[in-house]
Every structure is written in C-alpha cells, then in structure tokens.
C-alpha cells in the first residue's frame, strides 16, 4: 500500500503541537505559576521548565504544516509549479479565507468574554478615540505586524501565518529555480540582511523546508525506507537512530534557550523537523492515541486561539489552582477545546461555514 502523509496525519501532528503549546505556554518559566503550590512529580520544576522552553518549536511545527499543506495545493494545481499569476492570487486567497474565517469567531469570543470579564477592550484599545482603529487591526489579525495593542499576546502568530500567505508564492517560484537549494539561500539572506532574530525570523527558513518536503515527499520516503530486511533489527536501528537525533536537538535548545543568534533559525528549524519526523513514524500511527491526537489537532487552531484567555486574562488563579502541572495541563486543554467544540457548532448551525465557502468557491471561480 502506497504511503501517503494525509490530511489525517496532519491533524496527529497539529495534535502533537496544541500539546507543546500548551506545556510551553503554562510553565515557560517560574513567573507564570509564582506563588501557586505546584506538584512536578516524578520530574522536578526545573526539568519541567526546561522542557517547555523547547516547547517554543511548536511555532516552528505549524509553520512547517502550513508550508507543506500550501505546496500540495499548488502542486494540485500545476505538479511543475509552473502555477500562473491567476492561479497564485486564487490559491492564496483561498488560503487567507480560510485563516481569516477560523480567527474572526475566536476574536469575537474574546471580544465578548474581555467585555464580561477583563480586560475592557476600551482599555485594552487605549481608550474611545483609538478603540475603533486598533479593534479592526486586531481583528484582522496583524496587530503585532502593526505592533498595536491586542486582545492576547499569544496572537503574535497571525502575523506570521499571514505574512508566509502572503509571500508564498514567490518562495515557490524562487524553489522552483533553486530547489533544495533554496534553504540555505534564505538563511543567507537573512545573515547579509544582518536581520534580528526575532518571532519571524526566527521561523521563516521552515517554509522553505517545507515546500522541499511536500515537493519531494520526504515523509513518505522516510516511512517506506528500510534499513534491511529483517523487521525488528529495521525498526530497532531507524527508531534509535532518529530518536537520538531528536535528545540531540532536544538537550541542545534546553541548554541554549534565550540565546538568540545568527543559528537560532537553523538549531530550530533541525528541532522542528525532528519531532515531526519521529512522531509520525513512531507515535501517531498508534491506535487510539492517533485518534486522540487527530481530534485535538482538528480543534487546534481555536485551543490555541482561546486558551490564553482562560490562563491568564480571565481565570489566572483557577487555572494553576490544581495541585499538579499535568492536571494543571489536561483541565485547560479540556475547557479550550469544548470552547472550540461550542464554536464549531455556532459555525455550523449558524450557517456561517455555508458562507464561508461559497466566498471560497466564488473567490476560485474562473
């Protein structure tokens, strides 16, 4: 049977990431859970810590997915990538509806809960007169491209998700000229540029990874490819082998977090593509966990959207409440995503998915 990297394994792996968020974005550091009684059993708080700073490359794991899942677009639509002006503006703006039209309900849900609990967009906004310029930056999401004030911080990533949509298409053509070459172009660029490595910088170069990985099917090669023919010495040699590189990449954040420089970009992007490459050839496949990762990695994009609001605008103190950093975890993992269940079933019985994809068909049409 033909291996394929589907939309499934996608899901598992977007399910993977919504977990590491959640561990980097609760115990990034000792100031997020000051005062507050907290079990680490059987780890200590600093192991903890250290694990979800290198939590951070969950970014790195959605601009990787973002980037492969727009190359098999366009792939579909030309397989040389020889894709017309036309076809570029209709691909992207298909891929920007669809960003837009999963952020603007999770804005409103916090709009709404900052107006019923804290805090006021009008201060938030900086008052009456600014309240309605910064309100539409914010929502459509480019207020750290613009660096205005924002309902939550943790939006930051709309930015970086709609400047990669953006200039997509000229990343494609500049790989259909360079190939894989293109990878160590941009870091190039990004050294004589002499850029700050910062939240963008800092990510970009997994674009271009992930259009060679999409391009030339990487992970299905690296699933079919044996090491010899006997099963178990071949399963025994890749997982060790792979599993190794991935403690390597691993140890060597933990040790260098905060320590941003000119190969930042390069240790993060190595980072990502490990816990990529290793979940999906030796985790997600599992039964039951596959399921339980797809459902998580389907609902995402509103946890990641939602969950700060919970954590530390509105019910800080409940949050780290529960005694152990897991439970800590897994009771805000469960709320954010019956918000996103609730949401779902808004956008569905409300009609508002109906709309949203005739805008898409319409936006497509010839």
Not at 135 to 160: C, E, F, H, N, R
Not at 201 to 216: H, K, Q, Y
Request: aromatic residues 16%; glycine residues 6%; contains cysteine.
């Amino acid at each position: 049977m033909k291996v394929q990297f589907s939309k499934k394994d996608t899901a598992a792996i977007k399910g993977i990431a919504i977990l590491i968020m959640m561990l980097h974005h609760c115990f990034l550091s000792r100031s997020r859970f000051e005062g507050f009684s907290i079990s680490f059993y059987p780890f200590s708080e600093a192991f903890i810590i250290q694990a979800a700073e290198v939590g951070k490359c969950c970014v790195g794991i959605f601009t990787f997915l973002s980037a492969y899942g727009m190359t098999k677009s366009f792939l579909s639509a030309d397989s040389r990538l020889d894709f017309t002006g036309t076809t570029a503006v209709k691909l992207t703006t298909r891929r920007y509806i669809t960003l837009m039209s999963g952020f603007l309900p999770a804005y409103l849900f916090g709009f709404i809960g900052c107006f019923i609990f804290s805090p006021s967009p009008l201060s938030v906004y900086k008052g009456v007169k600014t309240f309605p310029l910064y309100m539409l930056i914010d929502m459509l999401g480019i207020a750290d491209l613009m660096k205005t004030p924002s309902l939550v911080g943790t939006w930051w990533y709309m930015g970086l998700a709609l400047t990669l949509i953006l200039i997509f298409p000229l990343f494609l053509k500049a790989y259909k000229k360079c190939g894989l070459f293109l990878i160590p172009a941009v870091f190039c660029v990004i050294c004589a540029l002499n850029l700050e490595v910062t939240t963008y910088s800092r990510w970009i170069l997994l674009a271009p990874i992930g259009i060679l990985f999409a391009d030339r099917n990487l992970l299905e090669k690296l699933k079919s490819w044996k090491v010899c023919s006997n099963a178990v010495i071949d399963f025994t040699v890749r997982f060790i082998s792979i599993s190794l590189l991935l403690l390597g990449a691993v140890t060597y954040s933990s040790w260098n977090y905060g320590k941003l420089n000119f190969l930042t970009p390069v240790l993060d992007s190595f980072l990502t593509v490990m816990v990529i490459v290793w979940s999906y050839l030796f985790f997600t496949g599992l039964p039951v966990i596959r399921e339980i990762l797809q459902f998580f990695g389907k609902h995402s994009m509103n946890i990641f959207l939602t969950h700060t609001f919970i954590r530390t605008k509105w019910f800080y103190e409940y949050t780290y409440s529960f005694g152990h950093f897991l439970l800590i975890i897994l009771v805000l993992l469960a709320e954010s995503t019956l918000i996103s269940i609730v949401l779902e079933a808004l956008k569905k019985y409300s009609g508002y998915n109906n709309l949203i994809q005739k805008i898409i068909r319409s936006a497509a049409a010839d």
